[in-house]
């Protein structure tokens, strides 16, 4: 008998299965993130069967939730500074690239820089991921991740006895999701994302296949909109190898954010690795 969705938390990966998975997502998983491929890869392998419930008082937990929003059943990850209660906590969204899962995040050492930022002194807050497509956008397929993050992820998180979220970070083609939901959610604190896959014209949109046509692409264009983003909650990182350095100039040109970054880098999992702590304590700081 199907539970009440109320109930549908699902059962958390033992470490075991973290490991498994963690390991399974390599960086020909990343590397579909980048939206300048013709067709992208396949995403990373199953993560193994829990053999057992993990308690919520773990500091990284993979669930399995029914989205009604997205007609599917999504993964929703969770990492949280190690050793401190996850009760109460403040919470920063992590979107991930085209191809990937919301596991992704559990290869890119978040784990790592959010302990980093808290052995420094600044506020102890959770990352948490769920499993997106269509650029984090509706495009008419039934499946809209926007209402997902809006309408059931806050509810996810108070089961879990997190608060709503309060920060939004995105990689690749989770930066155009991130930026666009922060259109909507004037009330984020922090908004970090890393070689956002944005397009600078109609005929770079529309190779990627996502878009019914150029009226919907230029209704969520993060590159559009730029004037409903805020300068000081705002942080841009990206390579200047990367295929979406072009759009990523033109959009930090545009914001002036707070942070502006570009810097010797490509488009894969060594570059974003490499500004996880950045990114990170961006958050922190604006979460204080």
Not at 76 to 105: M, Q
Request: hydrophobic content about 45%; aromatic content about 6%; glycine content about 8%.
């Amino acid at each position: 008998m199907r539970r009440p969705a109320a109930e549908e938390t699902g059962h958390a990966l033992n470490r075991r299965g973290l490991l498994l998975g963690a390991a399974a997502l390599g960086g020909s998983a990343l590397l579909s993130a980048c939206g300048a491929e013709k067709a992208p890869l396949v995403g990373p392998p199953p993560v193994a069967p829990p053999t057992s419930p993990t308690p919520l008082t773990e500091a990284v937990t993979v669930q399995k939730m029914r989205s009604a929003a997205r007609n599917r059943d999504v993964n929703l990850v969770i990492i949280a500074p190690d050793g401190v209660s996850r009760v109460g906590l403040p919470v920063c969204v992590a979107l991930h690239g085209r191809g990937a899962d919301a596991r992704t995040f559990l290869n890119l050492d978040v784990r790592n820089a959010l302990n980093q930022a808290v052995s420094a002194g600044l506020p102890a807050f959770a990352v948490a991921a769920v499993d997106g497509d269509n650029y984090w956008v509706d495009v008419g397929k039934a499946d809209d991740p926007q209402r997902m993050l809006a309408d059931e992820l806050p509810g996810w998180l108070s089961q879990r006895q997190l608060r709503p979220p309060s920060a939004m970070f995105g990689i690749s083609m989770g930066g155009f999701g991130a930026l666009r939901y922060a259109r909507e959610h004037k009330n984020l604190k922090a908004v970090a994302v890393a070689s956002a896959a944005l397009f600078v014209s109609w005929s770079d949109a529309k190779s990627r296949k996502v878009f019914a046509d150029r009226e919907q692409w230029e209704s969520h264009e993060p590159l559009l909109h730029t004037g409903d983003l805020s300068a000081s909650s705002t942080g841009v990182w990206c390579g200047n190898s990367d295929p979406f350095a072009r759009a990523d100039r033109k959009l930090i040109k545009a914001v002036q954010p707070a942070v502006g970054k570009m810097s010797e880098g490509e488009h894969n999992d060594d570059y974003w690795r490499g500004i996880m702590p950045e990114m990170m304590k961006f958050v922190a700081e604006r979460l204080a």
